[in-house]
């Protein structure tokens, strides 16, 4: 299950956002717009209430685990990560890493694999283009030559586990593997 919340404080981008959400519709019969049903049911929403009462202890241990992440993987040749944009208050929802097979040694589906192998479970980012789908592989914005940047971020970004209740005991073997250390000799 997926979903978010959006907050417009523009009253024509809140018109437009709720004709998207809503099949296009402005009224019973009026479509003004191609949309979406992006509608929560009851169920979702319950939810996302209650989350809303934890979120600024689950983002502030996401950003625990998103540090520790960034100090035992700051100097492995390879291995990049983004940093936090000053005056931007991030939400710490994923830790994409981005694997340099020529510096790190390995690829990231090498590396996928290897945590994988250790129970870790990362996920492959952007990946695979949906420009590789037989429905989109014949249009020529679809094309290599097009997509060069996409095309080699969609197979370096693995994003690590990154969840508020993550132990940091963990985070630092999920590292260990990273630096490359055997996961059987660690802690």
Same mark, same amino acid.
């Given at each position: 299950?997926?979903?978010?919340?959006?907050?417009?404080?523009?009253?024509?981008?809140?018109?437009? @956002?709720?004709?998207? $959400?809503?099949?296009?519709?402005?009224?019973? *019969?009026? &479509?003004? =717009?191609?949309?979406?049903?992006?509608?929560m049911?009851?169920?979702?929403?319950?939810?996302?209430?209650?989350?809303?009462?934890?979120?600024?202890?689950?983002?502030?241990?996401?950003q625990?685990?998103?540090?520790?992440?960034?100090?035992?993987?700051?100097?492995?040749?390879?291995?990049?990560?983004?940093?936090? @944009?000053?005056?931007? $208050?991030?939400?710490y929802?994923?830790?994409? *890493?981005? &694997?340099? =097979?020529?510096?790190?040694?390995?690829?990231?589906?090498?590396?996928?694999?290897?945590?994988?192998?250790?129970?870790?479970?990362?996920?492959?980012?952007?990946?695979?283009?949906?420009?590789t789908?037989?429905?989109?592989?014949?249009?020529?914005?679809?094309?290599?030559?097009?997509?060069?940047?996409?095309?080699? @971020?969609?197979?370096?970004?693995?994003?690590?586990?990154?969840?508020?209740?993550?132990a940091?005991?963990?985070?630092?073997?999920?590292?260990?593997?990273?630096?490359?250390?055997?996961?059987?000799?660690?802690?």
């Amino acid at each position: 299950m997926e979903g978010g919340a959006i907050i417009c404080h523009d009253d024509k981008i809140k018109k437009r @956002i709720d004709y998207l $959400k809503n099949f296009g519709f402005a009224d019973e *019969v009026t &479509v003004v =717009q191609p949309g979406i049903n992006a509608k929560m049911n009851e169920m979702q929403a319950a939810l996302g209430l209650l989350q809303l009462k934890e979120i600024d202890q689950n983002i502030a241990k996401r950003q625990e685990v998103a540090d520790l992440y960034r100090e035992k993987l700051q100097h492995v040749k390879g291995i990049r990560f983004l940093i936090d @944009i000053k005056g931007t $208050k991030h939400n710490y929802s994923y830790f994409p *890493v981005f &694997v340099d =097979q020529e510096k790190y040694g390995k690829s990231r589906d090498e590396l996928y694999g290897e945590l994988k192998e250790n129970n870790i479970f990362g996920r492959r980012y952007f990946y695979p283009l949906i420009s590789t789908f037989p429905i989109y592989r014949g249009l020529d914005s679809a094309k290599s030559t097009n997509l060069a940047v996409a095309e080699k @971020i969609a197979e370096q970004v693995i994003c690590l586990p990154d969840y508020p209740d993550l132990a940091l005991d963990d985070v630092k073997k999920i590292c260990d593997i990273i630096i490359g250390m055997d996961p059987k000799k660690v802690g």
